[in-house]
């Protein structure tokens, strides 16, 4: 089977010729249809995060259809539609049983320790195959696999009640799914934060009030400008997608007291915070966000089922399953250039 490969950090991904996996006891074989291209792919690739061991397979947003099963998977799962669950755990510890797969400690993710989607086969264990829904596109379901289930999950960390203000910096595929899903969960309004017009032209169409993000700004600046568009208030959770020290001074500038401030974009430099002003003095919480569970991945697929989760405009572009291909749209989102979402399509 053909396959795009990453054989070292900083260099160019490689296209490869693999045998066809076969599924284990408790497995399935999935033919892949669509995977996306992550910003995280980026940082992997930099050798900014540790991928291993190498040669790998990267692609960790994936979805496709059953075609061959394991000993113990039931057959009538072959030829359903799935979108895999990008955490593969033993299932067993305190974590997994838990619903917080995320801290298990044999945890493999697609794509980063464990060969990924960017292949026409992968396989993986049977309760990593989410069912998609007859009417929910395999290219949407794919991206939900990581952009839009780490969204839900981080609001789920900023504790986002109904009624609330949320604030999002970064309109990119993160950001398209996370202004939906704040609406979802009842958030009363949602500012989204992009130095891209059309992305905030979209981020528009999606309910968000937006405010561009303009190169010479100050935080203090954008602060106040999310406070005028808040109507004074702040706001009580911000989802900071990006985190740089700007977009970390920004946040805590603009989160009203009391409110939450989520870090969810990778950063691999310490970011100075003025503790006083930006948390003691609002009683402000700074809070991590670490992937996702395969409850929320549910809970996505009845939101896109009922319409109310929309992506088709969020995949702007297909592209083959070649290593320089996907290495061109590395490139565009390592230089803050692309379109939102760009999805690999086998074929």
Same mark, same amino acid.
């Given at each position: 089977?053909?396959?795009?490969?990453?054989?070292?950090?900083?260099?160019?991904?490689?296209?490869?010729?693999?045998?066809?996996?076969?599924?284990?006891?408790?497995?399935?074989?999935?033919?892949?249809?669509?995977?996306?291209?992550?910003? %995280?792919?980026?940082?992997? @690739?930099? +050798? &900014?995060?540790? *991928?291993?061991?190498?040669? $790998?397979?990267? /692609?960790?947003?994936?979805?496709?259809?059953?075609?061959?099963?394991?000993?113990?998977?039931?057959?009538?799962?072959?030829?359903?539609?799935?979108?895999?669950?990008?955490?593969?755990?033993?299932?067993?510890?305190?974590?997994?049983?838990?619903?917080?797969?995320?801290?298990?400690?044999?945890?493999?993710?697609?794509?980063?320790?464990?060969?990924?989607?960017?292949?026409?086969?992968?396989?993986?264990?049977?309760?990593?195959?989410?069912?998609?829904?007859?009417?929910?596109?395999?290219?949407?379901?794919?991206?939900?696999?990581?952009?839009?289930?780490? %969204?839900?999950?981080?609001? @789920?960390? +900023? &504790?986002?009640? *109904?009624?609330?203000?949320? $604030?999002?910096? /970064?309109?990119?595929?993160?950001?398209?799914?996370?202004?939906?899903?704040?609406?979802?969960?009842?958030?009363?309004?949602?500012?989204?934060?992009?130095?891209?017009?059309?992305?905030?032209?979209?981020?528009?169409?999606?309910?968000?009030?937006?405010?561009?993000?303009?190169?010479?700004?100050?935080?203090?600046?954008?602060?106040?400008?999310?406070?005028?568009?808040?109507?004074?208030?702040?706001?009580?959770?911000?989802?900071?997608?990006?985190?740089?020290?700007?977009?970390?001074?920004?946040?805590?500038?603009?989160?009203?007291?009391?409110?939450?401030?989520?870090?969810?974009?990778?950063?691999?430099?310490?970011?100075? *915070?003025?503790?006083?002003?930006?948390?003691? /003095?609002?009683?402000?919480?700074?809070?991590?966000?670490?992937?996702?569970?395969?409850?929320?991945?549910?809970?996505?697929?009845?939101?896109?089922?009922?319409?109310?989760?929309?992506?088709?405009?969020?995949?702007?572009?297909?592209?083959?399953?070649?290593?320089?291909?996907?290495?061109?749209?590395?490139?565009?989102?390592?230089?803050?250039?692309?379109?939102?979402?760009?999805?690999?399509?086998?074929?």
């Amino acid at each position: 089977m053909r396959a795009v490969r990453m054989t070292a950090p900083r260099e160019p991904l490689a296209d490869a010729e693999l045998p066809r996996p076969t599924p284990g006891a408790q497995e399935v074989l999935v033919r892949v249809r669509a995977a996306g291209i992550c910003h %995280s792919d980026v940082h992997y @690739r930099a +050798g &900014r995060s540790r *991928v291993e061991p190498l040669p $790998l397979t990267l /692609g960790h947003e994936v979805a496709g259809e059953i075609v061959a099963v394991g000993h113990g998977v039931p057959e009538h799962r072959v030829g359903e539609r799935v979108a895999l669950h990008y955490l593969v755990t033993c299932g067993n510890c305190v974590w997994c049983t838990t619903q917080r797969e995320m801290f298990c400690e044999r945890a493999l993710m697609l794509g980063h320790f464990t060969d990924g989607g960017w292949a026409e086969y992968i396989v993986v264990p049977s309760r990593n195959a989410v069912h998609v829904p007859d009417n929910v596109p395999l290219e949407q379901a794919a991206i939900m696999m990581c952009s839009s289930a780490t %969204s839900l999950h981080a609001l @789920r960390q +900023g &504790r986002l009640a *109904v009624g609330e203000r949320v $604030l999002v910096i /970064g309109a990119g595929g993160l950001g398209m799914s996370a202004v939906q899903l704040a609406r979802i969960l009842g958030a009363q309004q949602v500012v989204a934060m992009d130095r891209d017009a059309g992305k905030l032209a979209q981020a528009e169409q999606f309910g968000a009030d937006t405010v561009l993000a303009e190169a010479h700004d100050t935080p203090a600046q954008l602060a106040e400008r999310v406070r005028e568009a808040t109507g004074g208030h702040g706001v009580d959770v911000v989802l900071d997608l990006v985190t740089s020290e700007a977009t970390i001074a920004l946040a805590l500038r603009a989160v009203a007291p009391r409110g939450r401030v989520v870090v969810v974009g990778l950063n691999d430099r310490p970011l100075p *915070v003025d503790t006083y002003a930006g948390l003691i /003095g609002r009683e402000a919480t700074l809070v991590g966000s670490n992937d996702h569970t395969l409850q929320e991945l549910e809970e996505l697929m009845g939101y896109a089922a009922d319409g109310r989760l929309r992506l088709g405009d969020v995949v702007a572009r297909r592209v083959r399953l070649e290593a320089a291909v996907i290495d061109g749209v590395l490139d565009e989102l390592e230089e803050g250039r692309g379109v939102v979402r760009t999805v690999v399509v086998p074929g």
